[in-house]
Protein backbone atom coordinates (compact mmCIF):
# COMPACT_ATOMS: atom_id res chain seq x y z
CA UNK A 1 0.00 0.00 0.00
CA UNK A 2 1.18 3.60 -0.62
CA UNK A 3 0.03 6.76 0.98
CA UNK A 4 0.23 9.90 -1.47
CA UNK A 5 0.33 13.69 -0.11
CA UNK A 6 -0.89 15.81 -2.47
CA UNK A 7 -1.52 19.29 -3.33
CA UNK A 8 -4.42 20.45 -6.35
CA UNK A 9 -2.32 21.36 -8.96
CA UNK A 10 1.08 18.80 -10.37
CA UNK A 11 -0.11 16.44 -7.29
CA UNK A 12 -3.68 15.84 -8.73
CA UNK A 13 -2.15 15.16 -12.27
CA UNK A 14 0.27 12.82 -10.43
CA UNK A 15 -2.44 10.99 -8.76
CA UNK A 16 -4.48 10.87 -11.96
CA UNK A 17 -1.59 8.87 -13.61
CA UNK A 18 -0.61 6.97 -10.75
CA UNK A 19 -4.34 5.98 -10.50
CA UNK A 20 -4.35 4.35 -13.94
CA UNK A 21 -1.35 2.29 -12.61
CA UNK A 22 -2.81 0.92 -9.21
CA UNK A 23 -5.33 1.12 -6.63
CA UNK A 24 -3.23 0.06 -3.69
CA UNK A 25 -3.04 4.02 -2.71
CA UNK A 26 -4.39 6.34 -0.70
CA UNK A 27 -4.62 9.83 -1.14
CA UNK A 28 -3.95 12.57 1.55
CA UNK A 29 -5.34 15.95 0.21
CA UNK A 30 -3.95 19.68 1.53
CA UNK A 31 -6.95 21.00 3.33
CA UNK A 32 -4.95 24.61 4.38
CA UNK A 33 -6.48 26.13 1.45
CA UNK A 34 -9.70 25.66 2.49
CA UNK A 35 -12.09 28.43 2.72
CA UNK A 36 -15.48 29.71 3.46
CA UNK A 37 -16.79 31.51 0.50
CA UNK A 38 -20.50 32.74 0.17
CA UNK A 39 -21.04 30.89 3.81
CA UNK A 40 -19.99 27.49 2.12
CA UNK A 41 -17.17 25.34 3.29
CA UNK A 42 -14.84 25.56 -0.59
CA UNK A 43 -11.50 22.82 -0.17
CA UNK A 44 -9.74 23.25 -3.51
CA UNK A 45 -6.96 20.57 -3.50
CA UNK A 46 -9.96 18.02 -2.31
CA UNK A 47 -11.91 18.81 -5.36
CA UNK A 48 -8.89 19.41 -7.59
CA UNK A 49 -8.16 15.94 -6.90
CA UNK A 50 -11.59 14.63 -6.87
CA UNK A 51 -12.24 15.99 -10.28
CA UNK A 52 -9.10 14.71 -11.81
CA UNK A 53 -9.55 11.15 -10.40
CA UNK A 54 -13.71 10.88 -11.75
CA UNK A 55 -12.35 12.19 -15.04
CA UNK A 56 -14.97 15.41 -14.76
CA UNK A 57 -12.23 18.08 -14.46
CA UNK A 58 -11.32 20.88 -16.57
CA UNK A 59 -7.78 20.15 -17.72
CA UNK A 60 -7.39 23.19 -19.53
CA UNK A 61 -7.51 25.19 -16.29
CA UNK A 62 -6.76 22.48 -14.01
CA UNK A 63 -9.48 23.08 -11.76
CA UNK A 64 -12.85 23.19 -11.60
CA UNK A 65 -15.80 20.92 -13.83
CA UNK A 66 -15.52 20.44 -16.90
CA UNK A 67 -18.55 22.92 -19.47
CA UNK A 68 -19.08 24.65 -16.09
CA UNK A 69 -21.21 27.66 -16.12
CA UNK A 70 -20.68 30.96 -13.75
CA UNK A 71 -24.62 32.15 -13.64
CA UNK A 72 -24.61 31.74 -9.89
CA UNK A 73 -21.77 33.96 -9.11
CA UNK A 74 -22.42 36.46 -11.63
CA UNK A 75 -25.19 36.74 -9.78
CA UNK A 76 -24.08 36.70 -6.86
CA UNK A 77 -21.80 39.56 -8.00
CA UNK A 78 -24.87 41.80 -8.98
CA UNK A 79 -26.02 41.43 -4.98
CA UNK A 80 -22.64 42.60 -4.14
CA UNK A 81 -21.01 39.90 -3.62
CA UNK A 82 -16.97 39.41 -4.03
CA UNK A 83 -15.88 36.83 -6.85
CA UNK A 84 -12.08 37.12 -6.91
CA UNK A 85 -12.14 33.27 -6.78
CA UNK A 86 -14.27 31.95 -9.33
CA UNK A 87 -16.59 28.82 -8.60
CA UNK A 88 -18.75 27.41 -10.97
CA UNK A 89 -22.43 26.39 -10.89
CA UNK A 90 -21.66 22.45 -10.91
CA UNK A 91 -18.60 23.05 -7.96
CA UNK A 92 -21.40 25.59 -6.08
CA UNK A 93 -23.34 22.67 -5.60
CA UNK A 94 -20.48 20.67 -4.30
CA UNK A 95 -19.97 23.23 -2.19
CA UNK A 96 -23.23 23.30 -1.08
CA UNK A 97 -23.50 19.47 -0.33
CA UNK A 98 -20.44 19.94 1.71
CA UNK A 99 -20.85 22.27 3.88
CA UNK A 100 -24.55 20.81 4.11
CA UNK A 101 -22.90 17.56 5.29
CA UNK A 102 -20.36 19.15 7.91
CA UNK A 103 -23.48 21.28 8.95
CA UNK A 104 -24.92 17.99 9.83
CA UNK A 105 -22.51 16.64 12.31
CA UNK A 106 -20.15 14.33 9.47
CA UNK A 107 -16.40 14.70 9.14
CA UNK A 108 -14.52 16.57 6.77
CA UNK A 109 -13.48 12.79 5.39
CA UNK A 110 -16.55 11.53 6.08
CA UNK A 111 -18.57 14.33 3.59
CA UNK A 112 -15.77 14.00 1.50
CA UNK A 113 -16.00 9.89 1.08
CA UNK A 114 -19.43 10.53 0.05
CA UNK A 115 -19.03 12.90 -2.42
CA UNK A 116 -16.44 10.57 -3.84
CA UNK A 117 -18.87 7.82 -3.92
CA UNK A 118 -21.32 10.21 -5.98
CA UNK A 119 -18.05 11.21 -8.74
CA UNK A 120 -17.97 7.39 -8.67
CA UNK A 121 -13.61 7.52 -7.47
CA UNK A 122 -13.11 4.01 -5.88
CA UNK A 123 -9.57 5.44 -4.29
CA UNK A 124 -9.82 6.61 -0.95
CA UNK A 125 -9.25 10.39 -1.04
CA UNK A 126 -8.57 11.69 2.41
CA UNK A 127 -8.59 15.06 3.92
CA UNK A 128 -5.26 15.57 6.24
CA UNK A 129 -7.37 16.58 8.88
CA UNK A 130 -10.93 17.25 10.17
CA UNK A 131 -9.78 20.53 12.19
CA UNK A 132 -10.03 23.95 11.25
CA UNK A 133 -6.28 24.50 9.36
CA UNK A 134 -5.56 27.64 7.13
CA UNK A 135 -2.31 28.49 5.22
CA UNK A 136 -1.61 32.37 5.38
CA UNK A 137 1.10 34.39 3.59
CA UNK A 138 2.16 37.27 5.92
CA UNK A 139 3.23 40.07 3.44
CA UNK A 140 4.88 43.13 4.64
CA UNK A 141 1.34 44.79 4.68
CA UNK A 142 -0.75 41.98 5.84
CA UNK A 143 -1.63 38.90 6.40
CA UNK A 144 -3.88 36.82 3.74
CA UNK A 145 -5.58 33.23 3.50
CA UNK A 146 -3.21 31.42 1.16
CA UNK A 147 -5.92 31.01 -1.60
CA UNK A 148 -6.28 34.69 -1.86
CA UNK A 149 -2.61 35.51 -2.41
CA UNK A 150 -2.83 32.53 -4.99
CA UNK A 151 -5.24 34.25 -7.41
CA UNK A 152 -4.52 37.97 -6.42
CA UNK A 153 -0.75 37.56 -6.29
CA UNK A 154 -0.71 41.46 -4.47
CA UNK A 155 2.89 43.33 -3.96
CA UNK A 156 4.85 43.19 -1.44
CA UNK A 157 7.45 40.99 0.25
CA UNK A 158 6.37 36.99 1.77
CA UNK A 159 7.48 37.59 5.11
CA UNK A 160 6.29 34.03 6.16
CA UNK A 161 3.84 31.08 5.64
CA UNK A 162 1.65 30.69 8.71
CA UNK A 163 0.36 27.12 9.06
CA UNK A 164 -3.42 28.64 11.27
CA UNK A 165 -4.24 26.04 13.62
CA UNK A 166 -1.15 23.95 13.20
CA UNK A 167 -1.30 23.79 16.99
CA UNK A 168 -4.44 22.46 17.14
CA UNK A 169 -5.55 20.32 14.39
CA UNK A 170 -4.81 16.33 14.07
CA UNK A 171 -4.14 14.52 11.29
CA UNK A 172 -7.35 12.74 10.67
CA UNK A 173 -7.79 9.09 11.71
CA UNK A 174 -8.25 7.83 8.01
CA UNK A 175 -4.98 9.66 7.33
CA UNK A 176 -3.64 7.57 10.04
CA UNK A 177 -4.91 4.40 9.09
CA UNK A 178 -3.23 4.78 5.70
CA UNK A 179 -0.15 5.65 6.92
CA UNK A 180 -0.67 2.39 9.16
CA UNK A 181 -0.72 -0.20 6.49
CA UNK A 182 1.55 1.86 3.78
CA UNK A 183 5.33 0.87 3.51
CA UNK A 184 5.92 3.82 0.66
CA UNK A 185 5.27 7.21 0.69
CA UNK A 186 4.74 9.33 -2.49
CA UNK A 187 5.69 13.00 -2.46
CA UNK A 188 4.42 13.79 -5.75
CA UNK A 189 5.60 17.26 -7.49
CA UNK A 190 3.20 19.17 -5.76
CA UNK A 191 4.24 22.49 -3.82
CA UNK A 192 6.35 21.59 -1.14
CA UNK A 193 5.88 24.80 1.21
CA UNK A 194 2.34 24.85 0.73
CA UNK A 195 1.13 21.78 -0.18
CA UNK A 196 2.98 18.93 1.02
CA UNK A 197 4.70 21.06 3.74
CA UNK A 198 1.40 22.17 5.02
CA UNK A 199 0.15 17.78 5.29
CA UNK A 200 4.00 17.62 7.42
CA UNK A 201 3.58 20.15 9.71
CA UNK A 202 0.49 18.41 11.23
CA UNK A 203 1.63 16.28 14.66
CA UNK A 204 3.40 13.39 14.49
CA UNK A 205 3.11 13.42 10.27
CA UNK A 206 6.79 13.68 9.87
CA UNK A 207 8.24 10.95 12.43
CA UNK A 208 5.61 8.49 11.06
CA UNK A 209 6.45 9.82 7.45
CA UNK A 210 10.35 9.31 8.51
CA UNK A 211 9.98 5.78 9.41
CA UNK A 212 8.60 4.63 5.73
CA UNK A 213 10.20 4.64 2.19
CA UNK A 214 9.73 7.90 0.97
CA UNK A 215 10.12 8.81 -2.97
CA UNK A 216 9.52 12.42 -4.29
CA UNK A 217 8.94 14.25 -7.46
CA UNK A 218 10.37 17.89 -7.84
CA UNK A 219 7.80 20.03 -8.41
CA UNK A 220 10.70 22.33 -10.20
CA UNK A 221 12.18 22.26 -14.16
CA UNK A 222 15.03 24.11 -15.16
CA UNK A 223 14.22 26.45 -11.40
CA UNK A 224 10.60 27.47 -12.53
CA UNK A 225 7.35 26.07 -11.50
CA UNK A 226 4.81 25.19 -14.34
CA UNK A 227 1.90 27.06 -11.91
CA UNK A 228 1.54 28.50 -8.97
CA UNK A 229 3.67 31.20 -6.44
CA UNK A 230 6.49 28.39 -5.43
CA UNK A 231 9.53 30.63 -7.02
CA UNK A 232 8.16 33.28 -4.91
CA UNK A 233 7.70 31.56 -1.75
CA UNK A 234 11.25 29.71 -1.78
CA UNK A 235 12.93 32.82 -2.73
CA UNK A 236 11.12 34.78 0.15
CA UNK A 237 12.47 32.20 2.57
CA UNK A 238 15.98 31.47 0.82
CA UNK A 239 16.08 28.31 -0.62
CA UNK A 240 17.63 27.95 -3.54
CA UNK A 241 15.26 28.19 -6.80
CA UNK A 242 15.89 24.84 -8.03
CA UNK A 243 15.40 21.00 -7.34
CA UNK A 244 18.18 21.26 -4.93
CA UNK A 245 16.21 24.16 -2.93
CA UNK A 246 13.19 21.63 -2.78
CA UNK A 247 15.28 18.48 -1.71
CA UNK A 248 17.05 20.43 1.03
CA UNK A 249 13.58 21.44 2.54
CA UNK A 250 12.64 17.50 2.17
CA UNK A 251 16.18 16.79 4.12
CA UNK A 252 15.99 13.95 6.25
CA UNK A 253 12.49 12.72 4.80
CA UNK A 254 13.41 11.78 0.75
CA UNK A 255 14.97 8.23 0.45
CA UNK A 256 14.63 9.04 -3.55
CA UNK A 257 14.61 11.96 -5.30
CA UNK A 258 13.13 12.37 -9.09
CA UNK A 259 14.84 15.53 -10.71
CA UNK A 260 13.87 16.98 -14.55
CA UNK A 261 16.45 15.57 -17.20
CA UNK A 262 16.96 19.04 -17.29
CA UNK A 263 18.16 19.58 -14.03
CA UNK A 264 20.64 16.40 -14.28
CA UNK A 265 23.34 18.43 -13.07
CA UNK A 266 22.40 19.14 -9.32
CA UNK A 267 21.86 15.25 -8.81
CA UNK A 268 25.55 14.79 -7.88
CA UNK A 269 25.34 17.50 -5.33
CA UNK A 270 22.27 16.34 -4.01
CA UNK A 271 23.26 12.59 -3.63
CA UNK A 272 26.58 14.06 -1.97
CA UNK A 273 25.32 16.56 0.51
CA UNK A 274 21.74 15.50 1.12
CA UNK A 275 22.17 11.73 1.08
CA UNK A 276 18.95 10.90 -1.29
CA UNK A 277 19.11 8.37 -4.16
CA UNK A 278 18.62 10.84 -7.07
CA UNK A 279 17.14 9.75 -10.08
CA UNK A 280 16.50 11.75 -13.60
CA UNK A 281 13.60 11.94 -16.01
CA UNK A 282 11.44 13.77 -17.73
CA UNK A 283 8.64 15.20 -15.38
CA UNK A 284 6.21 17.28 -17.54
CA UNK A 285 2.96 15.88 -17.34
CA UNK A 286 1.42 17.81 -20.47
CA UNK A 287 -1.03 15.06 -21.08
CA UNK A 288 -2.78 11.64 -19.42
CA UNK A 289 0.04 9.79 -20.73
CA UNK A 290 2.73 11.78 -19.58
CA UNK A 291 1.13 11.39 -16.16
CA UNK A 292 1.02 7.93 -16.66
CA UNK A 293 4.39 7.79 -17.38
CA UNK A 294 5.66 9.66 -14.87
CA UNK A 295 3.86 7.49 -12.14
CA UNK A 296 5.28 4.22 -14.05
CA UNK A 297 8.94 6.03 -13.46
CA UNK A 298 8.22 6.45 -9.90
CA UNK A 299 6.38 3.01 -9.31
CA UNK A 300 9.56 1.46 -11.20
CA UNK A 301 11.87 2.86 -8.41
CA UNK A 302 9.94 1.31 -5.88
CA UNK A 303 11.04 -2.46 -5.30
P1 LIG B 1 -1.71 23.67 -5.89
O1 LIG B 1 -2.42 23.13 -4.71
O2 LIG B 1 -2.63 24.10 -6.99
O3 LIG B 1 -0.63 24.66 -5.58
O4 LIG B 1 -1.01 22.41 -6.56
P2 LIG B 1 0.19 21.47 -6.12
O5 LIG B 1 0.82 21.92 -4.86
O6 LIG B 1 -0.26 20.05 -6.22
O7 LIG B 1 1.18 21.69 -7.32
C1 LIG B 1 1.83 22.89 -7.61
C2 LIG B 1 3.19 22.57 -8.14
O8 LIG B 1 3.08 21.57 -9.15
C3 LIG B 1 3.87 23.76 -8.81
O9 LIG B 1 5.00 24.08 -8.05
C4 LIG B 1 4.23 23.25 -10.21
O10 LIG B 1 5.54 23.60 -10.59
C5 LIG B 1 4.11 21.76 -10.07
N1 LIG B 1 3.71 21.10 -11.32
C6 LIG B 1 2.54 21.29 -11.98
N2 LIG B 1 2.53 20.53 -13.10
C7 LIG B 1 3.72 19.87 -13.13
C8 LIG B 1 4.32 18.95 -14.05
O11 LIG B 1 3.75 18.59 -15.07
N3 LIG B 1 5.56 18.48 -13.74
C9 LIG B 1 6.25 18.88 -12.62
N4 LIG B 1 7.46 18.39 -12.40
N5 LIG B 1 5.70 19.77 -11.73
C10 LIG B 1 4.47 20.24 -11.99
Not at 171 to 197: C, H, K, Q, R, T
Not at 263 to 289: H, N, Q
Request: one cysteine or more; hydrophobic letters at 40%.
Amino acid sequence: MITVLSGGGGGAKFVDGLSSLTHDISVIANTGDDIQIYGLHVSPDVDTIMYALSGKIDDKKGWGIKNDTFVCQKYLKSLGYEDWISLGDKDLAVHIKRTELLKAGKTLAEVTSELCKRFGVNIPLIPMTDDYFQTHIELDSKTIHFEEYYIKRPEGKIKNIIYKGKEKAKPSEEFLNALDISDWVILPPSNPLVSIGTILSLKDIKKIIGEKKVIGVSPLIQGRAIKGPLVELMKSLDYEVNSFGVAKYYEGLLDIFIIDTMESDLAERIRGELGMEVFTTDTLMKTRRDRARLSKFVLNRMD
